[in-house]
């Protein structure tokens, strides 16, 4: 592979993790200048009609426990990432459909790293899918606690599934891709 499309992948990488970086932060932006306003007891959790089931008091780690939980799964997705880009070990992990890993170990240094370098974009893609699902729960349940009223929970579900679409799209371009580079 040339450097200028290595360089390209790594920036397309960098691309995601940044904007999943300022959805995490955004996610904390959002907990930390609504907390003013929230009342002294307020709803974190809902059943499926919208009727909350369960109640806290007012305090910083109740309202910063979502955007803790997306830090700690960016933070383990990012490192997974890099440890996919660097590490030739990572192949060995790799689990895709009608994909042998034993020849995939036996390529070249180069064919091995091409394949390093689509999966690390897949899994950037898939962090910056949960981060952008993190920040519109934590959006939701945010203006829940404040104006007392259930956010329509359709962006959830069109989350979820653009998520399982991009998904599905990215397994079966990530697996024809290395399929090609491998020559399987």
Same mark, same amino acid.
């Given at each position: 592979?040339?450097?200028?499309?290595?360089?390209?992948?790594?920036?397309?990488?960098?691309?995601? #993790? =940044?904007?999943? *970086? !300022?959805?995490? +932060?955004?996610?904390?932006?959002?907990?930390?200048?609504?907390?003013?306003? $929230?009342?002294?007891?307020?709803?974190?959790?809902?059943?499926?009609?919208?009727?909350?089931?369960?109640?806290?008091?007012?305090?910083?780690?109740?309202?910063?426990?979502?955007?803790?939980? #997306? =830090?700690?799964? *960016? !933070?383990?997705? +990012?490192?997974?990432?890099?440890?996919?880009?660097?590490?030739?070990?990572? $192949?060995?992990?790799?689990?895709?459909?009608?994909?042998?890993?034993?020849?995939?170990?036996?390529?070249?240094?180069?064919?091995?790293?091409?394949?390093?370098?689509?999966?690390?974009?897949?899994?950037?893609?898939?962090?910056?899918?949960?981060?952008?699902?993190?920040?519109?729960?934590?959006?939701?349940?945010?203006?829940?606690?404040?104006?007392?009223?259930?956010?329509?929970?359709?962006?959830?579900?069109?989350?979820?599934?653009?998520?399982?679409?991009?998904?599905?799209?990215?397994?079966?371009?990530?697996?024809?891709?290395?399929?090609?580079?491998?020559?399987?």
């Amino acid at each position: 592979m040339a450097s200028q499309e290595v360089i390209k992948i790594l920036r397309s990488i960098l691309t995601l #993790q =940044l904007a999943s *970086f !300022v959805l995490v +932060t955004f996610s904390f932006y959002l907990a930390i200048s609504t907390y003013p306003a $929230l009342p002294h007891t307020f709803p974190v959790h809902f059943d499926l009609s919208g009727t909350p089931n369960r109640w806290e008091m007012k305090s910083w780690i109740d309202v910063l426990r979502l955007p803790l939980i #997306q =830090l700690g799964a *960016f !933070v383990f997705t +990012t490192a997974l990432t890099f440890w996919c880009v660097y590490s030739p070990r990572s $192949l060995a992990y790799l689990n895709l459909p009608k994909i042998d890993n034993i020849k995939m170990l036996k390529l070249s240094d180069e064919k091995q790293g091409e394949i390093r370098l689509l999966s690390a974009v897949f899994i950037s893609m898939i962090t910056l899918f949960i981060s952008f699902l993190f920040t519109i729960i934590n959006y939701q349940l945010l203006q829940a606690e404040t104006t007392g009223r259930n956010g329509s929970p359709i962006w959830i579900v069109v989350v979820i599934v653009i998520s399982l679409l991009g998904s599905f799209i990215s397994v079966k371009k990530l697996t024809s891709a290395i399929k090609h580079i491998s020559g399987q």
